[in-house]
């Protein structure tokens, strides 16, 4: 049967389907994904889909991200494998893109959900995108097919937000006529497509068997393990369970730092010394924490907490030391500066990393963004180097070719992003570039204190011991 698209229709719907018939339309390409939300985490998710076999279709509201994609290229040059995967798929027919979802939602029989999710100005959850999506899909949404957050949200906002729309939209019932689930997205944004297939998806449903359908489909369709838990909102509670556990952790590293700095204590040496116990999970301190992710997670659930009279306190107090971690950076530099008898105002700062994290060209909620705003407040001149941003312009700043060009000269180098490039500099090489007498503030452990002092180089680092005798 062919749609008023012309697109042939499928003859089945996803909830009338034994998990065994999963791999069996996957392999004959007869299964109908849309993603909505084509960027760091869609791309990805639709193009690995595509490779499995189904029939994938990328809706956003971005056309160039539209026409890119229908082209076979990928936005995401800082992914390795997946340009040659968009390409293929796109050739071969099994990946588009559309702005139109309503040419696809009706007859998908998976349909899920990428939109970011971040948090406004007052760190409250911003869910604009992922309530206008859940909007156009229930408009358009098949009886039997089957809804799957991948965004992240708190626990309960599947349920009680996505759920209702979806319902009200479509007049039908969840759980009944259409499933829905939630398997939030757990991959790096650098390796996504390595941990697309290795690392294991959670994932709860509304129902029990649509639960069985969406397990399969990423079992045969990235090849990983699955572990079901019993709703949306504990799948929900798990992805910011990890990641708030990192964000607490690195606090606890943060705080450590400030204390053992004071304590002429290098928190890298004893948190090394701590790693040799059975029990102990390694974190560092650093110059902030970025990303779309860490910055923004607390905050779904304070919001969540709030609603219940329950704050939760040592999470909102983790955000809050990370937060300050910048403005250390500045201080830090301050300091260095001063022991080479300059000050931040007149000073010539080379900021290499700019990143929020090595290997990726991503500056989302970057903490180096507050660093450099500050010393150029405080009248610095600052330049920049990033290997990932050469020649772009970035915070007003056009970025340097590489670390010879954003160093010469300069009365102060910081590390703001951990980049392989950096680990190989050469600090007796560095010191010749800067000027006479120089300054070196580490954001990122990257350089030995004691290996930056034989070089000549005042030193500053996150916990580190300030320029050791
Ligand atoms: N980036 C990460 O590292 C990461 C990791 C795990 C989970 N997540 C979560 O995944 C979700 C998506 O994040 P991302 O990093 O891929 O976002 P992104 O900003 O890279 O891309 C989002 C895409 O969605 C599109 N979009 C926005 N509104 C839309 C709408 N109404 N309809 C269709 N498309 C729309 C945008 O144009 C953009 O192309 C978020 O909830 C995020 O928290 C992200």
Redesign the pocket.
């Known amino acids: 049967m062919k749609t008023s698209q012309g697109e042939i229709k499928r003859g089945h719907s996803a909830l009338s389907l034994s998990t065994g018939e999963i791999g069996d339309l996957l392999r004959k390409h007869e299964l109908r994904v849309s993603i ?7 791309l990805p998710t639709a193009a690995v889909f595509a490779e499995a076999g189904a029939r994938v279709t990328g ?4 056309a160039r ?1 539209v026409n890119q994609t229908n082209a076979g290229e990928s936005r995401l040059t800082d992914e390795p494998g997946l340009a040659p995967v968009i390409k293929r798929n796109v050739k071969e027919g099994r990946l588009s893109a559309t702005l139109k979802p309503e040419t696809v939602l009706p007859d998908s029989d998976f349909i899920i959900i ?4 971040p948090v406004d100005q007052t760190k409250s959850p911003d869910y604009t ?1 992922i309530k ?2 859940a909007h ?1 899909v229930g408009k358009s949404l098949g009886r039997g097919s089957i809804v799957i957050v ?4 708190g626990p309960g906002v599947v349920e009680n937000t996505v759920g209702p729309i979806l319902e009200s939209e479509s007049g039908m019932k969840v759980g009944v006529d259409f499933g829905l689930a939630s398997c ?6 650098g390796t996504i497509m390595k941990n697309m297939h290795s690392v294991p998806r959670i994932m709860g449903c509304s129902d029990a068997h649509a639960g069985d359908l969406v397990a399969t489909l990423y079992r045969e369709g990235l090849g990983v393990e699955v572990v079901k838990v019993s709703s949306p909102k504990t799948a929900n509670a798990v992805k910011l369970t990890e990641n708030l556990f990192r964000d607490v952790n690195i606090a606890l590293a943060n705080e450590f730092a400030l204390l053992y700095e004071k304590f002429g204590i290098d928190t890298v040496e004893v948190i090394n010394a701590c790693a040799t116990k059975y029990n102990f999970v390694p974190h560092y301190p650093g110059a902030g924490v970025g ?3 860490l910055p923004s997670n607390s905050y779904y659930l304070i919001m969540e907490g709030l609603k219940v009279g329950n704050i939760p306190y040592l999470i909102r107090l983790a955000r809050e030391v990370n937060d300050r971690m910048p403005d250390h950076m500045v201080e830090l530099t301050s300091e260095a500066l001063n022991e080479i008898g300059k000050t931040v105002s007149g000073a010539r700062i080379a900021v290499l990393g700019i990143a929020y994290k090595p290997e990726v060209k991503d500056i989302q909620l970057t903490p180096i963004e507050h660093i450099i705003d500050r010393l150029r407040e405080m009248h610095a001149i600052v330049e920049v180097y990033d290997p990932m941003f050469v020649g772009d312009k970035v915070m007003g700043l056009v970025v340097h070719k590489s670390v010879e060009d954003a160093v010469r000269g300069a009365n102060c180098v910081i590390i703001g992003t951990a980049h392989s490039e950096f680990k190989k500099i050469d600090l007796s090489s560095l010191a010749k570039m800067t000027a006479d007498r120089a300054a070196i503030v580490d954001g990122r452990g990257v350089f030995e204190p004691a290996d930056a002092k034989r070089a000549g180089f005042a030193f500053r680092g996150v916990g580190r011991v300030a320029s050791p005798d």
């Open positions: 909505l939300g084509l960027g760091r985490i869609g809706i956003d509201v971005d991200v990428c939109v970011p999710t995108a206008a999506v156009t991948e965004s992240t949200v939030p997205e757990r991959s790096d944004p990303g779309p992710c």
